[in-house]
């Protein structure tokens, strides 16, 4: 294994339960160097190469390498190649970017550096400088895109801005929107009401999801527009606190947006929130036919008061969209409404919130969409990325796209006009699904972490076979009131919290979508996984946990083959790739508030694997 040091900066350790410890990698301000220029539009294409060139690896966000050297035969000798530390402990969750033997990383506060993909040796670094500290949650990111020779990044203080791969040189910044324009609560003022905890969270804007890049556009979405605020003790996370949903205008209004990826100027934008109608038609049951226990007669009674609540109504969008060049379109999933778990302030179905959607990509104008949920109170935003397929069906197969639902299953669309292909076998067992929060309290299964939340879902198109990290898990939803300040009366809230004695664990769940959608096979994990999950050609499904464990298990049967223990949470999708002939395995181990929730530290590390010379 190579050790890397850099006199400029602190050295740090993993932890390795194979007996390796001490690894060392060099950190920032190195002097730039010149790299080869990137291809445009990375993205566009799966390129058939030892690259990993985006987000998910190809316009489908497969997930999926045909990179065979490392295999279920041998992957028991892995080890670890390099580790690069970023500095900034915590929330580690980006996914690298592999070009010509490059990797492009952004770490948390949106800092990006420059690697040598096969040595981890820094070329050049970015240091990002944000405008305002008042952003939406943990200042975590999830990726750059990387074409024409730029590397993007979207931030969390809402920006998106263009790097020059070659040196890391600012090419252009455009302030997208400033996160705290237009809030409608603070933290602040909530905390000593709601309990001695601290309060975190309020509906800013800011941007988490990598960018995609298609068509010459480099398109991302905002975060923070589905209003929640966050209760946390020092264990942090669901379990250890609550997210808060207040009644009343609270939110932000979520949009999509497409920038000229030369000059950064904005082409188009799409709102989530419907302006003219978005009370929909009032449905009873889900599209695909499942009861929502709504109270419509209240609902309609409560519409003429309510007429501008799409203004603040919410949808987020978390992850990046999945893109068929061929159709022109994009295909991305919608957060949950706002206010979050009180649905009389903004009656009806609430379009195009908890959504799947297509959109043109030269527009931004809405070809469909699916309502996974209509008038949605629990949390399930639709939020893991679409990916695509082709789909068999009696009369042959059709282009699909399908996403791995909070709801826990798998829903599969034609891409051209969104009609239902199929939905997988359940992937958890349900309770109480959909059945309101109470004041005396409503336990529900899936909570409002998921079954699959927002973590990437690997699909092996030669097997049929989609890998996704499942949790298990209930949750009890509250109305309390609490009085406002200046005498105005009360207001109520609703926390979302454990549901205690409920089973509660993760497993690795393969799901057969060529196949009906049966599941192929369960394991279960140690701890909660994270990430996402990544599939390759070798047979082989990579896998993070919680407690800072990346696991190997074979594709076919989901027996474990391989393990190493990162030192922190895995907190973004594992990626592989080639440089000289050599394959490499890459994931973040930074973990995030849900690994400290269970006693999992955070920390700073990409840690890189390969087969020993």
Not at 217 to 228: D, E, M
Not at 518 to 536: F, N, P
Request: glycine letters at 14%; aromatic letters at 8%; proline letters at 6%.
């Amino acid at each position: 294994m190579k050790r890397r040091r850099n006199t400029l900066a602190a050295v740090g350790h993993a932890h390795c339960d194979r007996g390796t410890a001490g690894l060392t990698a060099a950190l920032i301000f190195l002097v730039p160097v010149l790299l080869p220029t990137t291809g445009t539009s990375a993205q566009e294409t799966a390129q058939v190469s030892g690259d990993w060139p985006a987000f998910g690896r190809d316009a489908g966000n497969t997930h999926h390498s045909p990179l065979a050297q490392i295999d279920r035969g041998n992957v028991a000798r892995l080890r670890p190649a390099w580790l690069f530390q970023t500095g900034i402990t915590g929330y580690f969750q980006a996914e690298p970017v592999v070009i010509d033997g490059v990797m492009y990383v952004s770490t948390t506060g949106n800092h990006v550096a420059a690697l040598e993909a096969k040595s981890g040796k820094v070329l050049w670094t970015y240091t990002h400088k944000a405008r305002t500290e008042k952003i939406f949650g943990p200042p975590s990111n999830r990726g750059v895109a990387v074409s024409g020779g730029l590397v993007f990044e979207a931030t969390m203080d809402g920006r998106v801005i263009a790097l020059d791969a070659k040196t890391g040189r600012l090419v252009w910044d455009r302030e997208a929107v400033r996160p705290e324009e237009g809030e409608t609560e603070t933290a602040s003022a909530l905390a000593a009401t709601l309990s001695d905890k601290p309060v975190q969270g309020s509906s800013r804007l800011g941007f988490k999801m990598p960018p995609l890049v298609a068509d010459g556009l480099v398109i991302v979405g905002v975060t923070g527009a589905g209003y929640g605020l966050h209760v946390e003790d020092e264990k942090g996370g669901l379990d250890g606190g609550a997210v808060v949903g207040i009644e009343g205008g609270y939110g932000r209004r979520g949009w999509l947006a497409a920038y000229d990826a030369k000059t950064g100027e904005e082409r188009w934008r799409w709102y989530v929130t419907k302006a003219d109608g978005w009370e929909g038609g009032f449905a009873e049951k889900t599209a695909d036919g499942l009861p929502l226990h709504r109270d419509i007669a209240a609902e309609k009674a409560a519409a003429p008061a309510h007429r501008e609540a799409w203004k603040v109504g919410g949808g987020s969008l978390w992850m990046t969209p999945a893109y068929d060049a061929d159709l022109g379109l994009i295909y991305l999933g919608t957060g949950n409404p706002a206010p979050q778990n009180f649905g009389l302030t903004r009656p009806g179905d609430n379009l195009y919130t908890m959504s799947l959607v297509a959109l043109d990509v030269k527009t931004g104008s809405l070809r469909w969409h699916f309502q996974q949920v209509p008038h949605e109170e629990w949390g399930y935003d639709v939020a893991s990325p679409p990916f695509l397929l082709d789909y068999p069906t009696e009369k042959g197969p059709v282009k699909a796209v399908a996403q791995a639902s909070k709801l826990g299953w798998i829903y599969v669309h034609d891409r051209t006009d969104g009609r239902l292909l199929g939905k997988s076998a359940p992937l958890i067992t349900h309770k109480n699904l959909f059945v309101p929060p109470s004041p005396e309290g409503t336990v529900v299964s899936p909570g409002p972490l998921g079954a699959v939340s927002w973590h990437p879902v690997a699909f092996d198109a030669g097997s049929g076979l989609a890998f996704a990290q499942v949790r298990h898990g209930a949750a009890t939803y509250t109305v309390k009131t609490a009085p406002t300040s200046g005498g105005r009366g009360e207001f109520r809230y609703t926390e979302t919290g454990e549901a205690k004695g409920e089973p509660s664990f993760s497993t690795l769940t393969a799901v057969d979508l060529a196949g009906g959608g049966a599941v192929a096979w369960s394991r279960k994990a140690g701890s909660r996984l994270s990430g996402g999950t990544l599939a390759t050609a070798g047979g082989l499904v990579f896998s993070g946990e919680e407690d800072g464990h990346l696991d190997a298990h074979d594709a076919k049967t989901g027996e474990i083959l391989w393990r190493f223990q990162c030192g922190a949470g895995i907190g973004g999708p594992p990626v592989t790739y080639t440089v000289e002939g050599r394959q490499y395995v890459a994931v973040a181990a930074g973990g995030a508030s849900f690994t400290k929730a269970s006693g999992f530290g955070t920390g700073d590390a990409l840690v890189v694997f390969a087969l020993p010379d």
